[in-house]
């Protein structure tokens, strides 16, 4: 959900590059989510956010971005399709426009951010969806993330319907995350079954 990986060069990106990736992906979502749940969890969409919110809410597109350029750089740069390379101009874009977007947002209220952060979830999950869809034949074991992009893009479409409502708050956004957490496990185990079945 949201955090879509993208490579420049979908045939050359390996299963073993993928699962490194995303475990990477896992450890950042779940150190994310305890911060804001200890931390963050209590403000809701009209208060302003404190300092440590508004760090952790620009944090977590920053890093989508620099995820997809590692997983570029993994995959070799310059050897992947121009349709390929498009969708991953595409998703840096869209990361660092969120991140400017957010650094504006969190000197608003909570509700702006989760406002921002909704409609980055939507655009990046169907980023991820079409990734996803692509990849299968190249790498397999994608309905995970196909799963995930999917949710992603409804659960961006609530958060931004929803973000100016009493009872919006940052759980909600933390319990998203965690749940992205899950799938891209889910897709590392998935990928070590299909690599085993092709020794």
């Known amino acids: 959900m949201t955090h879509t990986t993208i ?28 911060l804001v749940f200890t931390t963050s969890a209590s403000l809701v969409s009209t208060d302003k956010p404190t300092v440590i919110a508004a760090v952790l809410l620009v944090i977590y597109p920053l890093w989508d971005v620099i995820a997809t350029l590692l997983e570029r750089h ?18 840096i874009a869209l990361g660092l426009a969120t991140t400017i977007g957010m650094i504006i947002a969190v000197f608003s209220t909570i509700g702006t951010a989760l406002l921002v952060f909704g409609i980055w979830a939507l655009l990046s999950g169907a980023i991820q969806l079409v990734v996803a869809i692509r990849r299968r034949r190249t790498v397999g074991a994608q309905w ?32 998203y995350s965690a749940f992205g957490a899950f799938w891209f496990l889910v897709s590392v185990i998935a990928l070590s079954i299909r690599g085993r079945r092709g020794h």
């Open 7 to 34: 490579t420049s060069t979908t045939t050359t990106t390996t299963p073993s590059g993928l699962r490194s990736l995303y475990l990477i992906r896992v450890a950042f979502s779940l150190i994310w989510v305890a």
């Open 74 to 91: 993994m995959a070799g740069a310059g050897s992947g399709s121009g349709s390929t390379n498009r969708v991953t101009t595409v998703n």
């Open 144 to 175: 995970p993330m196909i799963i995930s992009g999917g949710l992603s893009v409804l659960a961006g479409a609530n958060f931004a319907a929803t973000s100016a409502s009493a009872t919006s708050s940052l759980s909600t956004v933390a319990g």
